[in-house]
């Protein structure tokens, strides 16, 4: 509905949206969106998924920019940002540009990550290259005035309040995020921190746009009724004729050596369900020395993949003591990335009690590892789920879009299958020992303000 | 069974709908048994998705037994003929089939998707729940817990604490006011024969829709409609719901919360499905409230003063009661400014009706964006599935352009007399408003 961060993002990215065509009783082969792809002598790469369900199309630039990369006591500008890019241009007053998408049949809207800004147009196929003129205006040509910026600084702050500050568990979420990355700026949510925000300015969100939108760090993800053959033209007309300008390297600090786990509590009084939560630091694609990145992908299928996994069978079925328990991991993140665990306790259970649970699960896997036919097991769901991941018009485009932004290639997404298939359990037991293992995690406690529990 | 086939293929009446290039076209499937359904037949994604309905089914819980649907819903696909919970869910999983049921206000619906490789283990799988869950102790028990922790876990979320006190406020003593989950205190009392006796009463062909689509052709949909559904009994027994007029109306009722914003969330009667004017009440709304950026409320509560990050409105019609609805959330500072614009809003609507460039926009919206809905095989089953539901006919993809064109300025502008008046509206507001009259409230937890 409206221009919005997708905190969550890198949770469903790539790994879980693929396409394997084969049945997994055959060999594995690659292949996930077949897309099309080619680069304009700018510098800008275009991606084309073509699915002709419908006459309709998804359109979208991705910038290889993110909160992430932010200046230190501006946080919450990227974000800041890609709200004022519906503010109007040399060619479009403000507001104007989701007007006119609406007014075409089209639904417009944009997100911000740590590491990417997005914006999309999903439209009729005739009404592509409309969009296409005013996208590619807007990465040029942006216009903003004080009338504009400031009340819209007023929107992102109630959106900040809405979003993490009227609910406890999206506080705490925020909490144990700043706790996990001492020194990354991964530990900043996107969309800031509140005294930072009510600060930030029209020249500051200038300076980033001016800084960073440009065609050569951008990446035209198209998906839908259209062929890369039908669209180049139209890529060359209004992107290619923007200059290529030259662009910082991200370069962000890394995080120090950590020693010390820790513990992140919050008590308060609208807590009637509470939840336990740890996080550990974790291999991502693009940051994977040792090859952890799909090992771990295949053990988060055996410890949380449905009613079956390990956690809920154990936690949730055997034990009785949890109502949900989990294990998520996402590798898709430009620097490195975490994967965390965690389980509510069933009514009456004391939270010690759950996260010494938890805890044994964990020493299990640890000690024992996975079986090779857990392995085999995961593998083979995950590739037969990974079937349906074609059966959408925006999730190519979002997975590939977020791929790439992260320092992925169109090689790596389509050998995705190959590569899972490719595990083995001595793979999964070295990562999970190598990441799981590690003691300087964060354990994050939703409580209510009196833990009758306990 | 080629008799069968034949007999499948001859029932298929097509029709194409108006979607440019590309049309879709339903086809009528009625299986050899006599079980009708709508089928969009498409072999390019080797996926195929079934959706139904039982209208009717599961609308009112019997007395102290609130959440039985639900619970029904939850537990249906925990095991189901030989298998018990754990060995179901791994025939699931292993063959990538999503199974799943939804108990809803008006009809207890469910939805499979699987792929065409699996399609004989989907249609049993999904046979099996329908026909013979087992109920088992252990599972019935799981799933309470699961919907208490979440009935528990919805408490610290001001949206839903607002939703509540509005749908129990304006329809206190009917199926509509209650939570579809139960409550902490009924929950408890429900046994594995209370949702046995659900599953005997509520399922019965003379209540069930169908749709489909996907890599699926008739003549294979029209058995695994018998399959799946052949051995129900022909007739269910759904309790009888009276019609509701929403009451509270003009009250502003504040339940105090340590929250940052204030939720509010408003409403008063609306317009059927059914009724003649539904198209010229979604246009008013597409103005008012729907459309995002450009409708009125967002432009004046956030574009111009940046009270808010979003406010909307939009239009709920139930078998037995309609409403016209707007909501948003501002900071408790605020709320006071922000509720008065929304309610001046209401009021220009109501007097003025809308202009002809929104009338315009809105109609060139309404249905350019139709086509962009039909995004995955399962999304097109269950458009299908709520154009049967609102017994639109099945050439309604055809006419749904013309319907939405015919709406003239005067028809809004009747409509939006008819509907809006802004001293009827029950309001509800969550957190710790200031600038707001209360006519009620109310402290502390919920």
Not at chain 1, 297 to 315: A, D, H, K, N
Request: proline share 6%; charged share 25%.
């Amino acid at each position: 509905m409206s221009p919005a961060i997708r905190l969550f993002r890198r949770l469903v990215a790539a790994g879980a949206l693929t396409l394997m065509t084969l049945s997994p009783a055959f060999a594995v082969e690659k292949g996930v969106f077949f897309p099309e792809t080619f680069t304009l002598p700018n510098g800008m790469q275009v991606v084309v998924v073509t699915n002709k369900r419908v006459p309709v199309v998804t359109h979208m630039v991705w910038y290889k920019v993110g909160s992430a990369d932010e200046a230190r006591g501006v946080s919450g500008i990227a974000h800041f940002l890609e709200h004022l890019m519906f503010k109007g241009t040399d060619e479009l007053p403000p507001g104007a540009f989701s007007r006119i998408v609406a007014k075409n049949g089209g639904r417009d809207n944009a997100f911000t990550s740590w590491d990417y800004t997005a914006y999309y147009q999903n439209v009729a196929r005739d009404r592509l290259e409309l969009v296409m003129k005013m996208e590619s205006d807007r990465m040029s040509d942006l216009r903003l005035t004080d009338e504009v910026v400031y009340p819209e600084r007023d929107v992102i702050i109630e959106e900040r309040r809405q979003r993490i500050e009227n609910e406890p568990a999206d506080r705490i979420g925020e909490q144990i995020n700043a706790t996990l990355y001492v020194h990354h700026p991964y530990g900043t949510p996107i969309i800031g921190w509140p005294q930072e925000m009510s600060t930030l300015t029209r020249e500051e969100a200038e300076r980033f746009y001016k800084t960073w939108y440009a065609p050569n760090n951008a990446i035209l993800v198209v998906s839908g009724d259209i062929t890369a053959e039908e669209l180049k033209p139209l890529a060359e007309k209004y992107y290619g004729a923007i200059p290529t300008r030259p662009v910082p390297e991200r370069a962000r600090v890394q995080e120090p050596p950590i020693s010390a786990a820790r513990r992140v509590i919050l008590r308060d009084d609208e807590v009637r369900q509470p939840s336990i939560r740890r996080s550990w630091h974790a291999p991502s694609y693009r940051v994977d020395p040792n090859g952890h990145a799909y090992p771990l992908q295949v053990l988060s299928e055996i410890m949380s993949g449905g009613p079956t996994s390990r956690l809920y069978r154990s936690l949730v079925v055997d034990q009785r003591l949890a109502t949900s328990a989990w294990l998520g991991y996402s590798p898709t993140s430009y620097d490195l990335g975490s994967i965390g665990m965690g389980a509510s306790p069933a009514a009456g259970v004391p939270m010690d009690k759950l996260e010494a649970a938890l805890e044994a699960e964990l020493q299990k896997l640890l000690d024992k590892g996975v079986t090779d036919e857990e392995v085999a097991t995961a593998k083979k769901r995950m590739l037969a789920e990974a079937a349906y991941a074609r059966d959408s018009l925006t999730g190519p485009a979002q997975t590939l879009g977020a791929a790439l932004a992260t320092g992925q290639t169109i090689d790596d997404v389509e050998n995705w299958p190959v590569r899972i298939d490719a595990v083995t359990a001595d793979q999964v037991n070295a990562a999970a020992r190598a990441v799981l293992g590690k003691t300087n995690h964060v354990t994050g406690l939703l409580l209510p303000l009196q833990d009758k529990g306990s | 069974m080629n008799a069968i086939a034949a007999r499948a293929l001859g029932a298929c009446l097509l029709f194409l709908a108006s979607l440019p290039a590309h049309a879709i076209e339903i086809k009528r499937v009625v299986s050899p048994g006599g079980i009708e359904a709508w089928l969009v037949e498409d072999h390019k994604v080797p996926v195929i998705a079934i959706e139904w309905a039982f209208e009717g089914a599961g609308a009112a819980d019997p007395k102290g037994k609130d959440g039985l649907a639900n619970l029904a819903a939850r537990t249906l696909d925990e095991g189901a003929g030989p298998y018990d919970s754990q060995a179901f869910a791994a025939k699931l999983q292993d063959s990538a089939i999503a199974l799943g049921f939804d108990a809803g206000r008006d009809a207890f619906t469910g939805s499979v998707r699987t792929l065409k490789q699996n399609r004989d283990e989907a249609v049993e799988l999904t046979r099996l729940a329908l026909t013979e869950p087992r109920f088992d102790p252990e599972a019935v028990e799981r799933m309470r817990a699961a919907v208490l922790s979440s009935l528990r876990r919805d408490q610290a979320d001001p949206n839903y604490v607002s939703r509540r006190l509005f749908y129990s406020t304006a329809y206190p003593g009917h199926p509509y006011g209650d939570e579809i989950r139960g409550t902490l205190e009924a929950l408890p009392t429900i046994t594995p024969d209370d949702l046995r006796s659900f599953v005997k009463t509520q399922f019965g062909r003379d209540r069930l829709l169908v749709t489909a689509s996907g890599d699926i052709t008739p003549e294979d949909l029209g058995k695994a409609l018998d399959r799946i559904f052949g051995a129900l009994p022909a007739k269910a027994a759904v309790p009888a719901i009276p019609d509701a007029k929403p009451q509270g109306l003009g009250e502003t009722l504040v339940a105090t919360r340590p929250t940052a914003q204030t939720v509010m969330l408003m409403g008063q009667p609306g317009i059927q499905r059914s009724d003649p004017d539904w198209y010229a009440a979604t246009v008013m709304n597409y103005v008012l409230g729907g459309g995002g950026f450009g409708s009125r409320l967002m432009e004046e509560v956030r574009e111009k003063r940046g009270l808010s990050y979003g406010v909307y409105s939009y239009l709920i019609s139930l078998d037995h009661s309609a409403l016209v609805m707007a909501g948003g959330s501002t900071v408790n500072a605020k709320a006071g400014q922000a509720l008065d614009i929304m309610r001046q809003e209401w009021k220009r609507m109501a007097e003025q009706g809308v202009t002809d460039q929104e009338l315009a926009d809105a109609k060139t919206y309404l249905t350019g964006s139709f086509p962009l809905q039909f995004s995955s095989t399962q999304a097109i089953a269950r458009i299908l599935l709520q154009v049967r539901r609102d017994r639109l006919g099945i050439d309604y993809l055809d006419k749904r352009d013309a319907l939405i064109n015919a709406v003239t300025q005067a028809d809004v502008q009747r409509v939006a007399q008819r509907l809006l008046d802004p001293a009827n509206l029950l309001t509800v507001l969550v957190g710790k408003p200031e600038g707001v009259t209360a006519t009620r409230t109310l402290d502390g937890g919920s």
